[in-house]
């Protein structure tokens, strides 16, 4: 085989030929410099189109948008967590404003977050309708025919035969299309393609992301999430007014709510209770009894941590678990005020050291029969270390529970129609119990222990222990094709970044002397090893079915081999 080289000095028609055979490997739009002297407005709005489909502007602008999700995550969100953002505003009284107008504290739902989002979503549909219909239009065409000069490609190779140019052809047809690339015969060449996996990886790529974009939209605007902490035996209707906390998107309504309801029947704890991993938990799940509709069927199961359970759209998670002591007050009269009632209190650590409080707000009279109210502040620990020891839980589980009171009287300000924490207590218009040392009245309290309150006031009866488990309601509209969106963009993005778009072409001649002359030529999208490789490997087989001819001066040549025609296109 002989290897044949380009003129150093091409004609203006060869590159026009080259520049034709070599088009549409891909389907990126052909950018045009814009003819400044000439631009009007249509012609500023054709140009501004083009820079808001490319490429490039849909990477900026996904960089931007995943930078502008990072105020997102440090600073809190109205929609999120609304105490968070107050508290802010308070103690940063110069920052707070200037988040204010940046949109800072709702990010998601902001002018400027929202307009990147919009030109992304535009920036992908008008990149992809145009090329998703020059792709189709390619596919529907053939491979384009063989240059005039060969050797102008990157990579070629060529040989003499004494095989008829319709034989040579008729084999090379059938070897590309055994080897996959789609064929044809044009004139006196075969021209075959391969690789448009590359181009559907890449639609798909971008199809992908649009979908992720709409589900992560859709998602947002629908989406709700609500918090209810319930005792064992107590039950929970997906009502509003039901939530001890609840958030939504800005296009959900009440009626969106799906229509259950669940009965907490028992919550199982267990942990380990030597070695290093003391206290973690093993068993960790809640025992409910639900039901779908108003008069759906009752059914039982089982809510574990990360297994939540689900019903229609909405998913029930396991968040939380812990205390609530029950307790008995009598007022200054012995009368019960409050009858054996389960306090839940609140975990500060993961041996479920809990603190809260307790209020009697109706019924209670001091011992001369003056109405007031009782607060109590609590601390509960379900593994007291005993006599001396701090005021810490030594493990989670209920092994001597131990239930520490400060005692208040007065106006715990829940009459004055302003909202306040179940689990806290406001002071503000409270007095102290005193001791006989003129010091704060309290007491620690074991299982079935009272705490008398001094001058006859009344006393407290630590009765027993019930737990509790939190439970987070979600629905999250379009998850699955978010979902699907993502794992459709990694396989586009890996088929568009490994598979190479790559043409061959194929021409057998009569030569001068009579000899069959064929030229095998190869083209990709980027310079790679892969198609001088398999062009060898074409023509190695190739060359096989038409050996070379004997020549007067070279022996014939049993192994073809391609190497770069000089001056080829790097």
């Known amino acids: 085989m002989s290897n044949t080289t380009a003129d150093k000095t091409p004609k203006a028609g060869d590159d026009q030929d080259l520049g034709a055979a070599g088009s549409q490997l891909s389907t990126a739009p052909k950018e045009e410099a814009p003819n400044l002297p000439a631009l009007g407005v249509i012609g500023w709005a054709r140009w501004f189109w083009r820079q808001l489909t490319s490429m490039r502007v849909a990477l900026l602008l996904l960089l931007l948008l995943s930078l502008g999700a990072i105020p997102g995550s440090l600073i ?42 919009i030109l992304l979503f535009v920036s992908l549909i008008g990149c992809i309708v145009p090329r998703t219909w020059q792709f189709v239009g390619q596919l529907r065409g053939r491979p384009p025919g063989a240059p005039r000069r060969l050797t102008r490609l990157p990579a070629y190779t060529t040989w003499r035969t004494e095989a008829e140019p319709e034989q040579v ?48 939209a859709w998602g947002q605007l629908f989406k709700y999430e609500g918090n209810k902490l319930i005792l064992e035996g107590d039950g929970f209707a997906n009502t509003l007014t039901q939530y001890d906390d609840f958030k939504s998107g800005n296009l959900f309504g009440q009626d969106d709510l799906d229509a259950f309801s669940f009965r907490l029947n028992d919550f199982k704890g267990t942990y380990e209770p030597t070695g290093p991993n003391r206290g973690t938990p093993r068993t960790y799940e809640a025992n409910v009894t639900y039901s ?55 975990p500060l650590d993961a041996n479920v050291t809990s603190s809260g409080a307790i209020k009697v707000m109706d019924g209670y009279r001091d011992a001369k029969g003056k109405k007031e109210q009782l ?23 209920l092994i001597n529970p131990m239930l520490a009171l400060n005692a208040y009287h007065g106006d715990l300000g829940v009459d004055a129609g302003i909202p306040q924490s179940v689990y806290q207590l406001d002071k503000r218009k409270m007095k102290e119990f005193k001791d006989s040392d003129g010091e704060l009245f309290k007491k620690q309290l074991k299982i079935g222990e009272t705490m008398t309150l001094p001058n006859g006031a009344g006393s407290v009866t630590f009765d027993g222990v019930q737990e509790w488990a939190g439970f987070q309601v979600t629905q999250q509209p379009a998850s699955g094709w978010a979902l699907a969106g993502s794992v459709a963009a990694i396989f586009g993005l890996a088929a568009s970044l490994f598979v190479q778009r790559r043409r061959v072409w194929v021409r057998a001649v009569k030569g001068a002397d009579g000899v069959t002359v064929v030229e095998m030529a190869g083209l990709g999208r980027s310079e790679s090893a892969k198609v001088p490789e398999e062009l060898g490997d074409l023509a190695g087989i190739l060359y096989e079915q038409a050996p070379g001819a004997p020549d007067d001066d070279t022996p014939e040549s049993p192994d073809p081999q391609v190497v770069p025609a000089e001056g080829a296109e790097k």
């Open 76 to 117: 809190p969100q109205s929609g999120i967590d609304a105490l968070a953002v107050e508290d802010f505003r308070e103690r940063h009284d110069v920052l707070a404003p200037i988040y204010d107008k940046l949109g800072l504290f709702h990010v998601y739902s902001s002018v400027w977050f929202s307009a990147i989002y």
């Open 375 to 397: 607060g109590f502040q609590a601390f509960f620990l379900p593994t007291y270390g005993g006599k001396g020891s701090t005021m810490v839980s030594m493990f989670p589980a």
């Open 169 to 216: 052809r008729e084999a090379a047809l059938a070897l590309l299309k055994k080897r996959r690339f789609r064929a044809h015969t044009v004139g006196d060449a075969v021209a075959a393609e391969k690789g448009y996996l590359r181009e559907v990886g890449n639609l798909a790529f971008h199809i992908a992301l649009i979908v992720m974009l709409i589900a992560f």
């Open 292 to 346: 779908v509709g108003a008069y759906g069927k009752e059914k039982t199961a089982t809510i574990k941590v990360n297994e939540p359970l689900e019903i229609d759209g909405s998913k029930v998670y396991l968040v939380s678990h812990g205390y609530a002591p029950i307790v008995t007050v009598k007022d200054g009269r012995g009368k019960v005020v409050m009858d054996k009632q389960a306090v839940a209190l609140l």
